[in-house]
């Protein structure tokens, strides 16, 4: 674990306090990285994806020409 001192704006600490429910400074900043390294990490999977020419989801045509929506 790293103890770091870091300056956070106000406004912006309490707009994170009230969207996200968490009561602490240490809870929003420990989601705020947890999230960001998700999102990086998703974004890493899906550009491999398509350096592999790969679309996991299945099109029309290869679903037999059916329409894929929702009743």
Do not use: C
């Amino acid at each position: 674990m790293v103890v770091t001192t870091v300056e956070i704006p106000d406004d912006l600490l309490a707009e994170a306090l009230r969207l996200t429910g968490l009561q602490t400074k240490k809870g929003v900043i420990n989601l705020a990285i947890s999230e960001l390294v998700q999102g990086y990490r998703q974004r890493e999977a899906l550009a491999q994806l398509e350096r592999m020419n790969h679309n996991p989801f299945m099109t029309d045509e290869e679903l037999g020409g059916r329409p894929t929506t929702a009743s």
